[in-house]
Structures are given as C-alpha cells and as structure tokens.
C-alpha cells in the first residue's frame, strides 16, 4: 500500500500564486509517475500534470503555461507550482502516485477569489 499525503491548497486570488505538495509513504517503487488531477462538483477527475521518475512530464493543454511539476525523489515529493490562477482553476486536486496500480491521495481544496 501507498499513503498520499497532500498539503498547501487554500483560498488564492486570481492572478495569485500556490504551491501543492504531495508526500508518498509506504511501499514505494523506483520507477513510478507522480502527478496531479483536479476535479470539480459534476465533474470527471481532470489531469493537470504528471512526472515520471526519470523526468518525463505531462501537462495539460490549459495549465502548461501556468502550472510546474518538480519531484524530489529522496523526499518522496512532488510539487504543484501554480501561477496565474484562474477562477476556473478552482477544484479539488488529488494527488497521483502510479506504478501497478494508482493511488490516490484524499485531496487538497484550491479555491480562487476573482
């Protein structure tokens, strides 16, 4: 089992910055994708962002320009850098950790103030 612990959502003004953090425990493999979805009431779980761990990143076409993944590997971490947030960034984002299986985090509230 994997535990997925997320931290660093809040309330952002639009044009405002933030920074999710997400930490992996348990039984962790070397080779896995860590990354990002977010979901809003009525709606599907949406990706924002993904990392493998040799680096290869995947973005969604909205966030590219706004939004950065970064892992640190040793800490077990991966990182959300959202910039420019938009009122439709608004949503809960769950954490991703994927190697034969995907597990999830519980989620991380972002809420953004126009």
């Known amino acids: 089992q994997v535990q997925l612990v997320e931290s660093g959502g809040g309330l952002v003004q639009a044009g405002g910055s933030l920074r999710l953090s997400c930490v992996a425990s348990g039984s962790l493999l070397s080779i896995n994708t860590m990354g990002w979805y977010r979901q809003t009431p009525g709606k599907q779980r949406e990706l924002v962002a993904t990392e493998t761990s040799g680096g290869r990143t995947n973005y969604a076409d909205s966030v590219k320009d706004r939004f950065t993944i970064s892992r640190d590997n040793a800490k077990n971490t991966v990182y959300l850098q959202i910039d420019s947030l938009k009122p439709e960034d608004a949503a809960v984002y769950y954490c991703?950790?994927?190697?034969?299986?995907?597990?999830w985090g519980q989620g991380t509230q972002v809420t953004v103030s126009s």
């Open positions: 991703l950790y994927s190697t034969y299986r995907d597990f």
